[in-house]
């Protein structure tokens, strides 16, 4: 491994595009998933890339319509609608941070949210190994928030980015480095998969490709929880019963994550809502309840 923590890098089917602000040393990618998700491809050694076909952001659909690819790449531009899929990754390690838990954390039939994270040395190996076998490049893009809503809508940077580029790939995901600001939050790091052709696909929405996730210094976060315990009146108390119900949903999912065969030391909780119970005594200082 220490030989693949510096420049240059050494896959041969792995490219960056634009400026990446990682820590060579140990750079960690972080994702948010459904636990329905992550167990179907722990227990198949695989890992899915999302056609953005089927992304529900419109601004970024219309670089993938076939006017566009056929004006970015020639005629042929339409052959590349069904080449192009993605996995969404953030930079941003910050064990609770709220907004992405909030947008991500759905619960629908008993699913829960959790936050992996890998090494991504390790991941761009596991990557490497599935290029030649389905002629696949992988292209790493980090997120630029630069540009408002309404300059993306006149088509600005569209523009200026197309000439003189047309007919490459890189350049073609260079465009859609560029999000609006209302999302820097997210501080996101996308990977790409791309075909070499459009030939033989089996699911023209959907990339599987073989993972060995435990390859990957695999940690898991799980969501945290909102407790929906009923005001009783006694505000401690409330608290307390808040917080241990909390505790019992989310020791119950760490359990399910564990029957996946991951190791206890990389799971752990997330201690967003666990906060310290106060009181205060007769002579009105706030003392920690010990419990």
Known sequence: MKKKESFP???????????????????????????????????????????PLVWPDLFEQRFFSKAFLNKFFGKSGADYQNRFFALCFTLDGTENADAMWSVRAKEDDGDFCIRYSVNLWRFLDELERNADKNGIDFYLSSIAYDYTQEQLLSNLHIESAKKGLC?????????????????????????????????????????????????LNLQILVAPYKSDIKWNGNLIEHNRQKRNSARKIMENQKSRILALGIPKDNVRLSGLYDVPLWKYSKKGSLNLIKE
Request: charged letters at 30%.
């Open 167 to 215: 007919g490459s790939v890189r350049n073609f995901l260079n465009i859609l480095r560029f999000k609006r600001r209302n999302f820097k939050y997210e501080n996101e790091v996308r990977i790409w998969a791309v075909r070499n052709n459009s030939l033989n696909v089996d699911k023209p929405t959907l990339l599987e490709l073989d993972m060995d996730w435990m390859a």
């Open 9 to 51: 890098f050494p896959w041969k089917h792995v490219h960056f595009v634009g400026k990446m602000n990682l820590d060579l040393e140990n750079p960690v990618l972080y994702r948010y998933e459904s636990f329905s998700r992550f167990e179907r491809m722990k227990n198949q050694d695989k890992i899915t890339f999302i056609s």
